[in-house]
């Protein structure tokens, strides 16, 4: 196999099943830099997948056992040739204080039956700046360029991370379970806003019949205020099993149906250029706090004249520039 | 850290039908808190297992725990089948191994054998070692 840059080669043994090859396209996708972006040239007018489901929730809840078991179920084994048709991304916070991770989603996908019909992918969030918002979409975009229908993303719900996969997946699920707790906890994580669809999960547990209650009644006092005219979509709120794969077939329908109705309403497309918006709008802000943070660090003594308001500006102006 | 600043990729597993993880897991922290990005793909795993999972997850090194004196057999089997998929990532070895079988373990390839009481700081440096030892390891 050819080894590190030459993206063109890769592409290829990868569209021809390399699992190799492509566990390496998502290294370089991952690792930032001039290597992503030439990787990232080459992809140009390539297609993305099909369809890209995120799968969102508190830890616990049964995020990776559940994605195990729709990622087999969508995959219903292994093409003949090339790559998977299906493939998984599982991100994991990374220690804030040093840098590393345990990722240990895979363990829990048990589901998954034989491990060469579906591609799983552990990451790191790495902190901001190479986070969901950065690494996932271009890794996203390298499976589609391979020949991947569907990609499973399946984030942590914790913080600000939850609320990216909106700007990542076409169709966002999101779990909670019986025995965490109630779905106010849901709703005070955010999770409400963002999710197409809901799931309880551990409905072998007390209380699922509960939280799909008091999900179902949020939904109500919602649908008066934040939906529109328009909005047709009423997140559905389906109950499963993960561990015995109970309801999960139910839940795969359920999310189909929701790709259904952004295609057939034009959903699909403006989502897509909505996302792309705010990769590029990502991007750009990177790109000048990096220059900013240059010139601020060349500055001269700070506590001279100016005040912090008008050093700010000048800075600004001289970035506007690209001079000194 | 490998030399471009990233995360070293090491996935930790345990072969065969024996026994627990604890002390692999411990060991999973403490590479965490190196800076390490660490795959845990836990017990009861297959040499094929740990490939198709090593290829995928493009790891620099390959860490198996084993405590049920099958060293000699299934370390072996290890190296064979990474090399086998055409892969260049070394493996470590983890448990009880008498240290007069290390010899045998390293002349089959394995990278190095870490006996239990392995200084975490030991651990560490060990699978450092092994990430700069495999060239394929960065981008
Ligand atoms: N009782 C029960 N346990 C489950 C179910 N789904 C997952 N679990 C268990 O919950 C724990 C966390 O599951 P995991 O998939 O890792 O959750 P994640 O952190 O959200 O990805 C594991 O021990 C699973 O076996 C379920 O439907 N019922
Ligand atoms: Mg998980």
Redesign the pocket.
Known sequence: MSEGGAPDALLAEATAGSRRALGRLITIAESGGPSADALDRAMVGRPGPGWIVGIV????????????RLAAGAAGGRPAEGAPRVAVI?VDPSSPLTGGAIL??R???QGLGDPRDVFVRSMAHRGAAGGLAGAVPIAVRVLGAVGVEVVIV?T?GVGQIELEIVHVADTVIA?L?A?WGDAIQASKAGLLEVADLLVV?????HGAADAVRDLEQMLDAGTATALGPDETWRPPVLT?????G?GVAELWTAATAHRAWLIATDRLARRRDDRRRHEIGRRAIDILAHEVDQRVAALGPTAAAATPEEAARRVVRQVRAGGD | MTPDGLPIRILLAKLGFDGHDRGLKVIARSLRDAGCEVVYLGLRQTTESVVIAAEQEDVAVIGISMHNAGHLTLGPMMVQAVADAGLDIPVIIGGIVPAADVPTLKAAGIFDVLGPGTPLETVVATVHAAAAAHPGSSV
């Not at chain 1, 999960?201 to 547990?205: G, L, S, V």
């Open positions: 929730g508190a830890p616990g809840v049964g995020k990776s056992t559940l994605t195990g599982a240990g989603d363990i829990r996908m399946e942590v779990a379970s025995g999960n551990k409905a072998d547990r499963t099993v993960a561990t015995a109970t």
